[in-house]
């Protein structure tokens, strides 16, 4: 019989467990609450409940909503339909001044050129072509059109009907945002928070968005209020940090709202208040902030904050899931591998983790191993849990090392080797993992000093290999 260690995430990262025995060496670590499955004894907790991944507290390394940073650009500022020449309404029929404007633009009228590029890039009384909205956005800007000077840098940042270029974006960005034209100073800050296109500096990137901000511009208002969180560009200040979260929100800019309610969540700029944090959240979400959609489940799925739901988790878990939020993917997996709010599904949970697993999530690649080892869902396939076991183990999850450490020493997916077994437990082991340095005891009790030493020195090459493959 083997046990392999399951992970399901929380504050502290607890596990709800499945790990290994020796098989060369005698029964032993005997625990509670057994279910069969396959050829495999699952060992789940008693004394834990269900718990996900937990809400990020800001304790020592202050950082709200993060995940969201930076906003990022957005498509072409102006709605088709508030064209220059229709300042108060649409034309009624895109098809009828298509002609009129393409007959100004051969004459070098720059606004039918940057409107031609707007009704190209959408579709509007033309086929979508991106690469004629370029053509006519280039045209306008190069006649000093902020707003096609802008349009132009967001195909470039985004690869639509040329090639992506992150340097020609922020070149357009930058005559826009010579121009004052917040949107582009909004999008030149970003580039230059993430070093895109540019050098990556803080301090421009704050005052590019501060130009923008103080226009009003939303996205702007919110990244700066990021920066004041994380103190990069800005002297580390949360009241500082809730009044552009704030100024943003009153603008109903979702994941400004899902920041103020992680200063509320925790207390920082502002007295700590659960009640605002949960409903600043669902506002977000219920605009489609796929963060805030996350944070809620996870609200729900702790029952911490709020009464514990498990139906409204999934239901909030699996619309993040479905923007690629992959946390929510992994704890919708987490539902229905146990049937909390869901019957459960096996097929559905492998389903789940597949998407988190994909996306390098290590507890997801973990659990799936975990369902490919006990046939769970997907067909019986020792090879392919290892191979999940492995992506994990080597991102530092402990839970995945330990099992790996099982797969050898049962010879399971691998050829069996207990010097590789003592080796993968030892880095678990390591790692904090209470299975594996219970199973190191044991081993070292009742395995030869040969075999211990050959997998210490196993152990010290593999983490030397490990560290290795994280630097390239």
Request: some cysteine.
């Amino acid at each position: 019989m083997s046990r392999l260690e399951r992970r399901t995430s929380s504050p502290e990262h607890l596990n709800s467990i499945a790990c290994s025995e020796m098989i060369t060496l005698v029964i032993f670590l005997v625990l509670v609450s057994v279910t069969m499955a396959s050829a495999f004894l699952f060992v789940r907790r008693k004394d834990v409940g269900p718990v996900f991944c937990s809400v990020e507290l800001i304790l020592n390394n202050p950082a709200p909503c993060l995940e969201i940073f930076p906003t990022g650009v957005q498509t072409a500022h102006f709605d088709p339909g508030v064209l220059h020449e229709h300042r108060h309404g649409a034309p009624e029929g895109y098809q009828d001044v298509v002609m009129s404007y393409l007959i100004a633009a051969e004459q070098g009228d720059a606004k039918a050129q940057y409107n031609l590029g707007v009704l190209y890039e959408y579709g509007r009384g033309v086929k979508q072509d991106y690469l004629a909205a370029s053509r006519f956005y280039r045209m306008a800007a190069e006649q000093g059109v902020a707003e096609a000077q802008y349009n132009l840098g967001v195909l470039y940042e985004n690869g639509y009907g040329v090639s992506r270029d992150f340097l020609e974006a922020s070149r357009w960005y930058r005559v826009a945002a010579d121009q004052g034209f917040a949107p582009a100073q909004n999008n030149l800050g970003v580039l230059y928070a993430s070093g895109q296109g540019v050098r990556q500096d803080y301090d421009k990137a704050a005052g590019l968005y501060r130009m923008a901000a103080d226009q009003g511009f939303a996205q702007a208002q919110n990244n700066l209020g990021v920066l004041y969180v994380s103190g990069q560009g800005a002297q580390q200040d949360f009241a500082e940090a809730f009044k552009y979260f704030h100024l943003a929100a009153d603008q109903n800019f979702p994941e400004a709202l899902c920041n103020l309610g992680d200063l509320y969540l925790n207390g920082c700029g502002v007295p700590q208040d659960y009640d605002e944090s949960v409903r600043l959240y669902r506002m977000a979400a219920e605009q489609g902030d796929a963060i805030a959609q996350s944070k809620l489940g996870a609200i729900y799925a702790e029952g911490q904050i709020a009464a514990r739901d498990y139906s409204a988790a999934e239901y909030w878990f699996h619309l993040a899931a479905e923007q690629g939020v992959v946390k929510a993917q992994y704890n919708m997996g987490v539902l229905y591998e146990n049937g909390y709010g869901v019957p459960r599904d096996y097929l559905e949970a492998s389903r789940f983790y597949h998407m988190a697993a994909d996306l390098g999530f290590a507890d997801a690649q973990n659990n799936l191993g975990v369902l490919y080892a006990g046939g769970l869902g997907v067909a019986l396939d020792f090879g392919e849990a290892f191979k999940y076991f492995r992506m994990a183990a080597e991102q530092g999850n402990a839970s995945s090392q330990t099992n790996i450490g099982v797969m050898y020493v049962y010879g399971q997916g691998v050829p069996q080797s207990d010097e590789y077994a003592y080796a993968w437990w030892t880095l678990a082991a390591d790692n904090g993992d209470q299975k594996a340095q219970g199973y190191l005891r044991f081993a070292e009790e009742h395995l030869s000093p040969g075999v211990i030493e050959k997998g210490r020195q196993l152990a010290r090459w593999i983490r030397m290999q490990l560290k290795n493959s994280l630097k390239q």
